[in-house]
């Protein structure tokens, strides 16, 4: 999977000279938590977050009046508040690579790139979607978590055993440094699901009947 099969396109742009309270306006309005920062040429110059506009805001407990805040922020312009060194990806960067520039940086988007041209946006909640279409989470099924033994071979027992028990797969991951997979099948009960696997695993570490 790749970035360009689920980022958002035609994101949302403010410019650099947009004051604080308006952008803030567009985040709050559209729900989302980054806007790319485009000059009048349509050049991608940085990124600003509602991190970043919190930050600059006054806080409840300032003496400033409403009129002096309200002035105040109106003066301040997205080009002092934004992050201009941006990370970027292309749409053929595969969304595990995504998500580890996004944890690896601690930052929540990442504007997508084709050329200089910015085409999408994708973010954290796009990753975290995409996990529970991998986990099947919106599907019902039987939830197993199990150790196995990590031989060759070893994975198309399990495989074979559930197909012969009649159930289909509907998730499948290993763990990463350890012999646990957890999978969701369908088709089956649970109880002849796990009499199916018992002899191709070494240990049932969870079981679960979950619904849509």
Do not use: C
Not at 126 to 137: E, K, N, P, R, V
Request: charged share 25%; aromatic share 4%.
């Amino acid at each position: 999977m790749l970035v360009r099969d689920r980022m958002s396109k035609h994101p949302i742009t403010t410019t650099p000279g947009a004051s604080v309270p308006d952008a803030l306006k567009v985040m709050q309005g559209s729900k989302i938590r980054q806007l790319p920062v485009l000059d009048e040429n349509g050049k991608l110059v940085g990124i600003v977050s509602l991190v970043d506009l919190f930050r600059v805001s006054p806080s409840p407990a300032t003496s400033l009046s409403v009129w002096e805040i309200d002035y105040l922020l109106e003066k301040m312009k997205v080009e002092t508040v934004m992050t201009k060194d941006v990370i970027t990806v292309t749409e053929d960067t595969a969304v595990e690579e995504a998500g580890r520039i996004l944890a690896d940086n601690a930052i929540s988007g990442l504007p997508v790139m084709r050329g200089d041209e910015l085409v999408g946006m994708i973010t954290e909640s796009h990753l975290f979607s995409i996990l529970m279409d991998l986990f099947g989470a919106r599907r019902p099924g039987v939830r197993v978590m199990a150790k196995v033994l990590m031989v060759k071979g070893g994975l198309a027992k399990i495989s074979a055993a559930v197909a012969g028990a009649g159930g289909q797969f509907v998730s499948f991951g290993t763990h990463p440094d350890s012999e646990t997979i957890t999978f969701k099948v369908q088709g089956v009960t649970k109880d002849k699901l796990l009499a199916a696997i018992k002899p191709v695993v070494t240990e049932i570490l969870d079981a679960r009947e979950t619904k849509a």
